[in-house]
Every structure is written in structure tokens, then in C-alpha cells.
């Protein structure tokens, strides 16, 4: 082999063996890498698990209607002040919770279409939007709480609701080119809502069942979960609800809607409903029992707020609370014999609990766990009071407490002993 030929092979065979040792050196590192990215994977995936458990849970709250828009009109209130009150009385309670983010749509008398609350909603990546309203009925009698998701209406009275509530569009200019045709008017744009998959029904259905259940252990009649085409809640990517509080063309609801007391008692029951359901949402997404879950209200803002378990009371203790309710009215009605006249032209508010042919006995299994009852006859009835107010709230906070053992109770109004319609009662306190 010559010379040449020789330094030739020679760098062929280094160059292959430095290919080779190349290749191996190649193969090592990527091999040596591969636990450090897998490594890097777990990480990224322990920090975004993290992030999104300590993310804050977003809740918007919507006080319905607001500036030039009232919304239902009643005796003594207007609808967007009820809806503001309650969710500012909501707001307070979820603001001491730092798992919460809170945002309220509005929190003065201002005006804000549909689809600017919506996107309030949107634009906060809302984990839940609450709606709130306050109903309204041609006849005075209608009453009691009712919560709503997105859906098509199956009856004409769900159907009557979702019109009102959407008939703020109205108010817009070009809302048919905003609202993409929608007419709130036309039963016939709401054959839509009948082809709609909303994928957040569920939760929406779980949140409204355990305000409904809330309200109702809180002594509000439950009217049950609905569905209707809302427009707002068609346009909110996130579980949501439109409470309907109760009805303001109803007169004794309408003074409990409007009174600080009877807002703090909504509040807390939408409140208590949350917590339920923030657990739920806790415990599906692996987060451990937080303390929303046992979050409770500090005295300063619950004062007169009755709680859940004052109000689902047992039966001694509902007695317990009947005798202490009793002792308040008898102190009541001694001073009323004492300082009202017969010219006097205060009137007297009553809770009419039942109503018999026969003469009942106080030892008898209806009267029983009351002192105190009252009877007058009419129409060949014997018809049994208790309490006695001059202030109409406090017989309505009555006529709440005591809704578990009297459902059927309504209040009555007298002057000078007589009988007399509610309405001119509550005329003559200018109420």
C-alpha cells in the first residue's frame, strides 16, 4: 500500500469513528435530557394546577334595571331600588371571603343594557353570574320567590317573565342590528332558546335549587327552578341565574322586599346558597374543604339577620321562639289597651293563623303551643289571631318566623276594634 492510499484510509476511518463517537455523544445527551424534560413537564403541570387552585372564584352580581329604567312598579317601591339593595347587601357578605372575587354590575342608580352585563360578566371570566329582579303579577295575590335559568319557556307565565325582564331592549336605539334580530315582544324570537345547548345548565340548575331551598327554609314561598329565554343569561359564558325575589305588586311582600330587614334575610339565603354550592365546585375541581365552607357572617353585619338554622328550627325550639315572640306581643297589646283611644285611628295589624265552625279550646292541638290567641266571628266562623302590631314590618317578620307551624297565616288589619281592608291600613300610616 502506498503512501497516499494509506493517509487516504486513514482519514476516512477517523472521520467515521468521529461520526460514530458524534452519534454517541448525541444519543447520551438526548437520552440524559429526557428525564429533565419530563421533569420540566411535571412542574409546569404542578404550576398551572396550583395556579388554578388558587385562582379567586368570580362571582358577578347584577342588580337588575337601574337609572332610567325602574323596572316593576309597586305601592311605596320601585324594583331596580329593591334589586340594588339585596345585592349590595349580598356583595358585603361574600366581600369577607378571600376566596371571592366580587364584582356587582352596578352599584348606584345606573343604567346598563342586557349585553353590557353580560359582558361584565365576560370580561371578569365570571365563574357565576347572579341575577337579581323583583316579579310583578296583575293580581295582588301572587307571591313568593322563583329562580330562573336559561331556556325556552314551557309555560305561558315563564314566557310573561322573560318578555318583561327582556323589554329593556327597547330602550335602545338600533337594538334589533345589537340584539341580532331578537325581539323581546315576538313570542316567535323565542322559539330559539328550544335549540340552545347550554353547557353550563347544569351548574346553573344546581346553584338555582339551592337558592330556592335557602329562600325557602328563610320563610318565602318557593314557586321553584324555571326556565326562560333571558337574554342577559344567554350571553354570560358562565353558570347563571335571574332571581326573581318575590313580588312587589304584592303589598306585604312589597314592604318586606323594600325593608332593610327583609333584604338582609334575601341576601343571606342567596349567601348560604353559595357557600353549598362554592363546596361542590370546590370538591370537583380537587380543591380541599376551604374556608368559604365555614365563612360565617360577624355579628356587626348580621344583627338582625335570621340565620338558616333559626329559621329551620325543631319543634321546641320553634316553641321556644313562638312563647318569646308571645311575651313580646302581650307587652304589646297591654300598652295598645293602655294608649289607644276609641277616637284613635291607628291601626292594628294581626296574623290570622286559622279558622274554625266550633269554638276551639286553648288546650286544643291547633292552639296549644300558643298564648294569647285572639278570636273575632265572622261570616259563622270562628277566626283566630295572634300578635299585634302598629308597625306593619314587625307583623311580617312575624307572619315569617312562624311559617313553619302556620303557612296558611295572612295578616289582617283592625281600627277601633273593627275589621278593615289591609290596603286603607296601611293608607292611614302612610305606608
Not at 358585603?92 to 372575587?101: F, I, P
Request: proline share 2%; glycine share 6%; net charge neutral.
Amino acid at each position: 500500500m502506498n503512501r497516499k492510499k494509506f493517509i487516504s484510509n486513514k482519514k476516512q476511518f477517523d472521520a467515521e469513528k468521529e461520526k460514530k463517537v458524534l452519534g454517541m455523544k448525541i444519543s447520551f445527551q438526548k437520552y440524559l435530557l429526557l428525564p429533565y424534560g419530563f421533569l420540566i413537564l411535571f412542574l409546569s403541570f404542578f404550576v398551572s394546577l396550583s395556579s388554578a387552585q388558587d385562582k379567586k372564584f368570580v362571582v358577578v352580581i347584577d342588580a337588575g334595571h337601574g337609572g332610567h329604567d325602574p323596572g316593576a312598579m309597586g305601592k311605596i317601591s320601585r324594583e331596580k331600588d329593591i334589586n340594588l339593595g339585596v345585592a349590595i347587601e349580598l356583595s358585603k357578605l361574600m366581600e369577607d371571603n378571600k376566596e371571592l372575587k366580587v364584582v356587582l354590575t352596578r352599584k348606584t342608580d345606573k343604567y346598563l343594557t342586557l349585553q353590557e352585563r353580560a359582558d361584565i360578566a365576560n370580561d371578569n371570566h365570571a365563574d357565576l353570574f347572579i341575577c337579581i329582579h323583583t316579579n310583578s303579577s296583575k293580581s295582588a295575590m301572587a307571591y313568593g320567590a322563583e329562580t330562573y335559568t336559561l331556556g325556552l319557556a314551557k309555560t305561558n307565565a315563564n314566557l310573561e317573565v322573560a318578555m318583561r325582564e327582556n323589554s329593556v331592549i327597547l330602550l335602545e336605539e338600533n337594538y334589533q342590528t345589537k340584539y341580532q334580530g331578537f325581539d323581546p315582544a315576538s313570542v316567535d324570537s323565542y322559539i330559539m332558546f328550544e335549540f340552545m345547548q347550554d353547557k353550563y345548565l347544569d351548574k346553573s340548575i344546581e346553584f338555582a335549587s339551592l337558592v330556592q331551598r335557602h329562600l325557602d327554609r328563610n320563610g318565602r314561598l318557593d314557586r321553584g327552578v324555571r326556565q326562560a329565554g333571558f337574554w342577559v343569561l344567554h350571553r354570560s359564558a358562565c353558570p347563571s341565574t335571574l332571581i326573581e325575589l318575590g313580588f312587589i305588586s304584592n303589598p306585604e311582600e312589597e314592604l318586606f322586599l323594600n325593608s332593610e330587614y327583609g333584604q338582609k334575610k334575601m341576601a343571606q339565603a342567596i349567601y348560604s346558597a353559595f357557600l353549598e354550592f362554592k363546596k361542590e365546585h370546590d370538591k370537583r375541581n380537587g380543591k380541599p374543604n376551604s374556608s368559604s365552607t365555614l365563612n360565617q357572617i360577624s355579628s356587626n353585619k348580621s344583627e338582625d339577620v335570621i340565620s338558616e338554622n333559626q329559621n329551620n328550627y325543631s319543634t321546641s325550639e320553634g316553641q321556644k321562639k313562638i312563647e318569646e315572640t308571645n311575651t313580646s306581643n302581650n307587652t304589646i297589646e297591654e300598652k295598645q289597651k293602655e294608649n289607644i283611644s276609641p277616637s284613635d285611628q291607628q291601626p292594628i295589624f294581626k296574623l290570622q293563623i286559622l279558622a274554625s265552625k266550633k269554638k276551639l279550646s286553648p288546650q286544643s292541638n291547633e292552639l296549644k303551643e300558643l298564648k294569647s290567641v285572639d278570636y273575632y266571628f265572622e261570616d259563622g266562623l270562628y277566626k283566630y289571631t295572634f300578635g299585634a302590631e302598629t308597625d306593619y314590618n314587625k307583623i311580617v317578620q312575624l307572619k315569617n318566623d312562624l311559617s313553619a307551624k302556620f303557612p296558611q297565616a295572612f295578616i289582617i288589619a283592625f281600627i277601633n276594634g273593627k275589621k278593615t281592608d289591609v290596603k286603607e291600613a296601611l293608607r292611614l300610616t302612610g305606608k
